[in-house]
């Protein structure tokens, strides 16, 4: 590793988020290079010092997995990131297998990379590199959330008084009110606040790997276990773990889950000594975990476990005077991770997202910004810019049946404009969407559509 500037080789073959993802990481502090397929990623790889790569596993020449596998083979030093918007069974137990440092899935925050690329690149540290340590050690912006409104202030004050403790926190809210933020928030203003804060998606971890990805292995524990490898929950030893969507976790992961939070304690595959765990537990769920319990889908120990302080996120529709505050923000940041020309929205604009019921809260408020800022011709986004739905009476975008009709048509709308935009190319929309391959696809067959109608060879 270069003992100054540690330099990324970014390779995905998205055009538009290897640029700015590049773009990104200069802007934090590295030297990065690009590759839109593997052959010129392991060109650069053999030319160039590479201190860690970041792979996309759906582009041209790794389908198979062929840049992973000639990168761990000729460049076993070299750190690898995999970063997928199709996750499955199979890439996840080869990530595993070819000591692949991290799994991360698309749609991801820039926050979320940071995070694993400061994790890989700091166990490969060694004391003569005092640059790239304090570079790595140094700290995030403290995440912030917005809203003047009671009931957020009202949360934002719960969180206060009890981020400084070291109690378990579940967090509840429906999809989309920004459930992670909170925990990050958490996080920031508690006495841990230096060390790691850890996200653990329960959806993208298969049962028979919980172990080996939480708790890691040591050499020989499998097939092609060549060398010690940690877990996540050691890269947090000392910070804080959230497990995000909790609800999701199969009954035999909660049973190991469980004994971890009561002990602090957990063993590596294919270890016989135990570890000692410092860590603090937050997790989230969109489900009701205690109508989970009644019906026997959930362990009603680990529920008392982690909810010793309950906080409910509230949905937007609670706090619609914050809706406007949030569209300017959301338009800023966009203007200045972009090339977007200056844009303001007119007061008609705001008012309408101010009376609108937004049922996919803060998330669909983000993607209404961000696709209303690319459609809008003037330099002032007006009522007539906004999607439909928000020009409807009062009375029709209050009626919860009306609504739900209404949400239901517009998405399969914005689904149909989003394949035509993008000639059935699953990937681009999802990736414009802000969604994984995945989470497309399943809203792809809710409304029955089939992206290759949209293909320009048919």
């Known amino acids: 590793m270069s003992p100054t500037i540690p330099r990324i080789l970014l390779a995905d073959d998205e055009a538009l988020y290897l640029q700015t993802t590049a773009e990104l990481l200069r802007s934090a502090g590295f030297d990065c290079c690009t590759a839109s397929d593997a052959a010129e990623a392991l060109q650069l790889l053999a030319e160039v010092p590479i201190d860690l790569a970041i792979v996309d596993l759906n582009m041209p020449g790794n389908l198979d997995l062929q840049l992973l596998i000639e990168g761990r083979r ?116 508690s006495r841990r606040r230096a060390a790691p804060f850890v996200t653990i998606d329960c959806t993208a971890i298969p049962e028979t790997l919980f172990e080996s990805v939480l708790f890691g292995h040591v050499r020989g524990a499998f097939t092609s276990a060549d060398r010690d490898q940690p877990g996540l929950l050691r890269t947090a030893d000392g910070g804080t773990v959230f497990l995000d969507e909790i609800g999701e976790l199969s009954l035999p992961s909660q049973a190991k889950l469980l004994r971890l939070i009561q002990h602090k304690t957990y063993t590596p595959v294919g270890q016989n000594r135990t570890q000692q765990l410092d860590v603090r537990f937050l997790a989230a769920t969109n489900r009701s975990l205690l109508d989970l319990v009644q019906c026997g889908q959930f362990r009603g120990d680990l529920y008392y476990r982690l909810a010793v302080m309950p906080i409910e996120v509230p949905p937007l529709r609670q706090r619609g005077e914050d809706a406007a505050l949030l569209a300017e923000h959301f338009l800023g940041e966009l203007q200045r991770q972009s090339t977007l020309s200056p844009l303001a929205f007119s007061r008609e604009s705001l008012q309408a997202m101010q009376r609108y019921d937004w049922p996919g809260n803060v998330r669909e408020l983000r993607n209404v910004v961000e696709r209303t800022a690319a459609l809008a011709i003037g330099r002032v986004v007006e009522l007539g810019d906004l999607p439909n739905r928000f020009r409807q009476p009062d009375s029709a975008m209050n009626s919860s049946a009306q609504r739900d009709h209404l949400l239901t048509q517009t998405d399969r709308d914005y689904l149909l404009n989003l394949l035509r935009s993008h000639m059935g190319n699953v990937s681009q929309s999802a990736a414009a969407a802000g969604l994984s391959r995945q989470g497309l696809y399943k809203l792809l067959r809710k409304h029955r559509i089939r992206p290759s109608l949209f293909r320009s060879d048919q």
């Open 74 to 189: 000729q460049y076993p030093d070299v750190p690898m990131l995999v970063v997928t918007g199709a996750p499955s069974l199979n890439s996840a137990i080869d990530s595993v297998r070819l000591q692949i440092s991290d799994y991360l899935l698309k749609p991801l925050r820039f926050e979320e990379l940071l995070a694993g690329i400061r994790r890989a690149l700091a166990e490969r540290l060694r004391p003569a590199n005092r640059p790239l340590l304090e570079l790595l050690q140094t700290p995030i912006a403290p995440p912030i959330v917005l809203g003047e409104s009671a009931a957020i202030r009202h949360t934002l004050d719960v969180v206060g008084r009890i981020a400084p403790t070291d109690v378990s926190v579940l967090i509840t809210g429906e999809s989309g009110t920004g459930k992670e933020l909170i925990a990050q928030v958490i996080h920031a203003r």
